[in-house]
């Protein structure tokens, strides 16, 4: 890593590479794993998802 110049724009890294590991990959990888909490946040929001999730289970 350099020390001089503009820094490395370590910010869009972070946000970048856990997206890329672990909606996908860890799904992939991990079939026990449960999922990311970001998509059952959105699938909570519609009351026909909540239902279908219970009647599953």
Do not use: V, W
Not at 29 to 46: A, E, G, L
């Amino acid at each position: 890593m350099p020390a001089y110049g503009r820094p490395i724009n370590r910010s869009r890294n972070k946000k970048r590479i856990p997206f890329a590991e672990s909606p996908y990959q860890t799904q992939k990888t991990k079939p026990f794993y449960i999922p990311q909490p970001q998509r059952q946040k959105h699938q909570q929001r519609s009351l026909k998802d909540k239902y279908s999730q219970l009647e599953i289970a």
